[in-house]
């Protein structure tokens, strides 16, 4: 499986998401604690907004924990918007085509999670993605075919609902094929403008998600923590687990959940399949 993390509000530098904390998606790389695999090396990625709509994206089959690249750039560049993942394959090559997150002009897409029984329903769920979209598909994990699903189904439209049809047409696809819980996902996307996150499994035990509460507040609560006060009011956090100990820093993303982020605001929804 894989951790990841989606990061909204002032600009920050990357290093200060991926590198410095105490639990950071670099260390999670060797040492996660919540996640299905204790290790994450099979590549990394990270996708960013900068002065044009469309994100720019660095992906590597090195284990994050070892690229000097992922380390110079983390010292130097910083964002309003930041996707990063870590990879721990779950039977797809490695390759930085598979790496994710996966992007669609100023849309990103990355993923935990996966579809089980995939190979038996590759060739049904590839003929739904709309023909238009379908040579821009340039891997070969069920995340980014996911990815596509979506697209196909309005993710430009209405995510939370392209979504629910994307998950609704695996399921329906997994049951012709014999694969009674097909679907295991944390999903995040964004535009550059808003976050959409999504905590749902076929079988109602989803892997871990969470969201960072309001900066205001954890500044009240911990006044001598200079991190807190470089933060804008409007940074938000959504993480495959916490980034640190800060007691009060994290609430847990229900199961069977869309979570949207935009700004300060915060808006948290029941999630369910729909049928395309």
Excluded at 50 to 72: H, K
Excluded at 186 to 194: E, K, R, W
């Amino acid at each position: 499986m894989c951790r990841w993390l989606a990061y909204s509000g002032s600009p920050v530098l990357l290093e200060d998401l991926l590198f410095k904390p105490r639990n950071s998606l670099v260390v999670q790389s060797k040492h996660s604690k919540l996640g299905a695999t204790t290790t994450n090396g099979d590549g990394f990625g990270v996708g960013w907004y900068g002065a044009r709509d469309t994100p720019g994206v660095f992906r590597s089959t090195e284990p994050a924990w070892n690229d000097r690249n992922l380390q110079e750039l983390s010292a130097l560049a910083s964002s309003r918007r930041v996707f990063a993942h870590i990879r721990a394959s779950t039977g797809s090559a490695v390759q930085q085509t598979n790496c994710h997150p996966f992007r669609h002009d100023r849309w990103l897409w990355m993923h935990n999670g996966m579809l089980s029984g995939y190979p038996a329903m590759k060739r049904d769920l590839a003929m739904a993605v709309e023909p238009a979209l379908f040579n821009q598909i340039e891997g070969s994990t069920d995340s980014e075919m996911m990815f596509f699903l979506a697209l196909t189904f309005g993710l430009l439209d209405d995510p939370p609902a392209a979504v629910a049809r994307a998950v609704g047409f695996v399921e329906a696809t997994g049951r012709h094929h014999g694969v009674e819980q097909p679907v295991q996902m944390t999903v995040a996307t964004t535009d550059g403008d808003t976050t959409w996150a999504f905590r749902y499994s076929s079988v109602g035990a989803s892997r871990s998600l969470f969201h960072s509460t309001d900066v205001s507040t954890l500044r009240a609560q911990y006044p001598d923590n200079p991190v807190l006060h470089d933060l804008s009011d409007d940074a938000r956090l959504v993480v495959s687990e916490p980034l640190g100990d800060l007691h009060g820093a994290w609430r847990e993303v229900p199961e069977a959940s869309c979570l949207i982020v935009h700004g300060d605001k915060e808006d948290l929804r029941p999630f369910a399949p729909m049928q395309p």
